[in-house]
C-alpha cells in the first residue's frame, strides 16, 4: 500500500518525537531512535519537517527490487557522524546508570552498548554497516580506559569511525514483515534499554542519582582542557530542557539556563569537593599531596588490603581494598576549578 505524505505529516505532528511517522513508512530503526531520544532532543524532529516528502518517496519505491548501487559506498556523512558519536555517548552512559553492577561490566557491557547505539544510527535510512569490525573496535578500546566514565567517548569515537569505514548500501528484500512483528522487535529493545535504567531509578534511587552526579563530575572534569568543547557539551545536555521550556512558555530562558547550569554545577562541584576529601582521608593524605604522594600511598594499601594477603580477613580487606581503588580514581580525575 502506498504512503500518504499527508498522513505522514499527521502522524509527525502527533507523535514525531516516539518515532510515528517512520514506523509508518518502515523506518524502524529511525523509529528506534526516535523511541529512545524522544525525536534527537526535539531538534531532529523539527528538522524532519522539511525531509518528510522525501521519506514517502523512498518509502513508495517497489519493493523486491534493488534500490541501492550495487558494489558502491555511501558517500561520507558528517551529519552521521556526529550522530554515531553522540548517540553512542547516550547509549554509553545509559549503560553506566543501568548496568553498571554487573559483572565484568567495563569489559562487555559498556562497549556493547555503545557499540549498539553506533550500529543503531548507522542503519538509519538505506544505509548500514559492519556489525562484527563495529564492536570489535568498542571491544578493544574499551581495556584502555577501563574503569573511567569518560571511557564512553573514546570507544564511541573508535566505534563511530569503523562504522563510516564500513558503511555500505543495504540490500532490498522481497516483502515485508508484518507489523505485529515488528513492533514485537521495537518493543523488546526499547524494554532492553529503559528496564535497567528504571529498575536502577525506582529501587535504587539514591545511588543511581550519586552515580549521574559522579559521572556528569567528570565528564566535567575532562572537559575543563577543553573550555569550546565543554560549553557545547554544556548546551547539548541541557537543550531538551530548554525546548521544553520553550514550549510551557517559558521564553525567558536566557538568563534562567545560566541560573539552572550554575545550580547544577555547584551541586556537582560540592559533591566532587567531599569525595576528594573523603578519597584523602582513605588514603591517609593531607589535602594538597603530590601526585607521587597518593601514588605511592595507594601502592602500599593495595599491597596491605589486597584480599590475597588477607585470607582470614577476607570479607574486611575487600571493603578497604575497594575503598583504596575508588579513592585513588577519585584523585587520578582532573579537578575542575571552581569559576571556570
Do not use: C
Not at 307 to 315: L, Y
Amino acid at each position: 500500500m502506498a504512503k500518504g505524505l499527508l498522513v505522514t505529516y499527521a502522524l509527525w505532528a502527533v507523535g514525531g518525537p516516539a518515532g510515528l511517522h517512520h514506523l509508518y513508512l518502515g523506518r524502524d530503526s529511525h523509529a528506534l531512535l526516535w523511541m529512545l531520544t524522544l525525536g534527537g532532543g526535539g531538534l531532529g524532529w523539527l528538522w524532519e519537517f522539511w525531509k518528510l516528502p522525501s521519506f514517502v518517496a523512498q518509502a513508495n519505491r517497489a519493493r523486491g527490487q534493488r534500490q541501492n548501487p550495487r558494489g558502491q559506498t555511501p558517500p561520507l556523512s558528517l551529519i552521521r557522524f556526529a550522530g554515531q558519536v553522540i548517540v553512542g555517548i547516550y547509549f554509553g552512559l545509559a549503560a553506566l546508570i543501568g548496568l553498571s553492577f554487573m559483572a565484568n561490566f567495563y569489559f562487555v557491557g559498556l562497549p556493547l552498548a555503545i557499540g549498539l547505539g553506533v550500529l543503531l544510527v548507522a542503519a538509519i535510512g538505506n544505509q548500514t554497516s559492519d556489525i562484527k569490525n563495529t564492536l570489535v573496535a568498542a571491544f578493544l578500546t574499551s581495556p584502555l580506559f577501563y574503569g573511567r566514565p569518560i571511557a564512553i567517548l573514546p570507544i564511541s569515537l573508535a566505534a563511530s569511525i569503523t562504522a563510516q569505514k564500513h558503511r555500505r548500501y543495504k540490500v532490498s528484500v522481497a516483502g515485508s514483515e508484518t507489523l505485529s512483528v515488528r513492533l514485537y522487535r521495537l518493543g523488546l529493545a526499547y524494554l532492553a534499554f529503559t528496564g535497567p535504567i528504571a529498575y536502577s531509578a525506582f529501587y535504587n534511587t539514591a545511588a543511581t542519582l550519586s552515580y549521574v552526579t559522579e559521572i556528569l563530575g567528570s565528564f566535567l572534569g575532562w572537559f575543563s582542557f577543553f573550555p569550546l568543547l565543554g560549553r557545547l557539551m554544556e548546551s547539548v545536555l541541557l537543550l531538551p530542557y530548554r525546548i521544553w521550556r520553550l514550549l510551557v512558555g517559558e521564553l525567558d530562558f536566557s538568563s534562567s539556563y545560566f541560573q539552572e547550569w550554575e545550580k547544577l554545577y555547584e551541586f556537582v562541584s560540592s559533591f566532587q569537593d567531599e569525595k576528594r576529601q573523603l578519597a584523602f582521608q582513605v588514603l591517609g593524605l593531607s589535602e594538597g599531596a603530590t601526585n607521587e604522594e597518593i601514588h605511592r600511598s595507594y601502592r602500599e594499601l593495595v599491597k596491605t588490603w589486597h584480599p590475597d594477603h588477607n585470607r582470614h580477613q577476607t570479607e574486611e580487606a575487600q571493603r578497604h581494598f575497594l575503598e583504596i581503588q575508588a579513592a585513588y580514581e577519585t584523585l587520578s580525575q582532573p579537578r575542575r576549578p571552581r569559576g571556570s
